[in-house]
């Protein structure tokens, strides 16, 4: 069965900062990996995936994320953070994309950002 | 463009009462499923649909219950709240396979006494 760690629970940066949240997944096969960021009061919103192709994968909101199957890591960066960036963030993987996909998230990263 | 809406938005229960949170889409997605959200365990899945008359349990499913009549509807109810189900829960739809991003409903935040 596929697992996600994410191992830091909180992080704060300066704003202008960058930023770099950890995500570990444990899946034998290829994985397809998400990160989604959750705003206070709101429900996920997805910031970007990857199925194959190109490990570098660019998402909204200047985010982008890169896979290391050596590592097992799908790392999501930013190089400058913006305080409207403060809000939980999610790490996923799925094993396949037919139906029935359960997809399995990490416990979240809670980022705050300081001005 | 509505997408996931989900009622109520806030619910208080006392223990053994049932109640149903109602999920609804307007993207004609297939699949649908249901998540709870609890402190430093991220979302976990309970059940989940792939068409209309189809279910089947997810990670966490004990205690709640669901039907897919339509395609836009999908309930979960629970037949005697616990405490333990005191959490946040989300719903979500995909589009067709290879799509991967699900969309959310903004959550529906539930207290049992």
């Known amino acids: 069965a596929q697992s996600v760690t994410q191992p830091d629970i909180h992080i704060t940066v300066s704003e202008g900062a960058s930023l770099e949240l950890r995500c570990n997944y444990s899946?034998?096969?290829?994985?397809?990996l998400f990160w989604y960021v959750q705003s206070p009061g709101q429900g996920l919103q997805l910031l970007l995936k990857?199925?194959?192709?190109?490990?570098l994968v660019q998402g909204i909101k200047g985010f982008e994320a890169e896979f290391k199957r050596s590592q097992s890591s799908f790392n999501l960066r930013k190089p400058s953070v913006h305080w409207s960036d403060a809000a939980e963030y999610f790490c996923?993987?799925?094993?396949?994309?037919?139906?029935?996909?359960?997809?399995?998230f990490g416990a979240g990263t809670i980022l705050r950002v300081k001005s | 463009n509505a997408g996931v809406t989900q009622t109520p938005k806030f619910q208080v229960l006392k223990t053994g009462q049932s109640m149903t949170l109602q999920c609804a889409q307007d993207m004609n997605h297939e699949y649908m499923s249901w998540y709870r959200q609890d402190p430093g365990m991220g979302l976990r899945l309970i059940h989940y649909s792939v068409g209309a008359g189809i279910t089947d349990q997810g990670e966490v499913p004990n205690g709640y219950n669901v039907s897919r009549s339509t395609t836009e509807d999908f309930p979960l109810r629970l037949l005697s709240a616990a405490p333990s189900q005191t959490s946040v829960y989300f719903c979500?739809?995909?589009?067709?396979?290879?799509?991967?991003?699900?969309?959310f409903g903004e959550g529906s935040r539930l207290t049992v006494l």
């Open positions: 899946y034998g096969a290829t994985p397809y």
């Open positions: 979500a739809s995909r589009g067709g396979p290879n799509t991967g991003e699900l969309f």
């Open positions: 996923a993987v799925g094993s396949s994309m037919e139906y029935g996909n359960k997809l399995v």
């Open positions: 990857y199925f194959s192709g190109d490990t």
